[in-house]
């Protein structure tokens, strides 16, 4: 069992960064592939990226590649969002989520989901 919390969202201006941190319970938490999801108002949740258990091998949808990064610290259990040149697009609550088997853009192959945190992006 792996529960989620992430943290760091906020108010950014457009072009700023935002840093956000997803830090997990349990012992198997470098067993996990994580990823990270958004959803905007009205909107369907959407696959932002994704790590694998070494941190080694990452996937980010085309709208962030060269903006965005994904890492993690399996000492500190922590998968981390660092989100560079921001866009009003961008706004939406984040969500970590974790899951033993292969990476996926598709939400219901995680099987374990933070709470979520705002992102809001002001023009």
């Known amino acids: 069992q792996v529960q989620l919390v992430e943290s760091g969202g906020g108010l950014v201006q457009a072009g700023g960064s935002l840093g956000l941190s997803c830090a997990a319970s349990g012992r198997t938490f470098s067993r996990f592939v994580m990823g990270w999801f958004r959803q905007a108002p009205g909107k369907e949740r959407e696959f932002v990226a994704a790590i694998n258990w070494s941190g080694i091998s990452t996937h980010y949808a085309d709208f962030v590649k060269g903006r965005f990064t994904i890492s993690r610290d399996n000492a500190k259990n922590t998968v981390y969002l660092q989100m560079d040149s921001l866009k009003p697009e961008d706004t939406a609550v984040y969500y970590c989520?974790?899951?033993?088997?292969?990476?996926?853009?598709?939400?219901?192959?995680?099987?374990?989901w933070g709470q979520g945190t705002q992102v809001t992006v002001s023009t």
């Open positions: 989520a974790g899951t033993l088997g292969a990476w996926s853009i598709a939400a219901p192959a995680y099987n374990y």
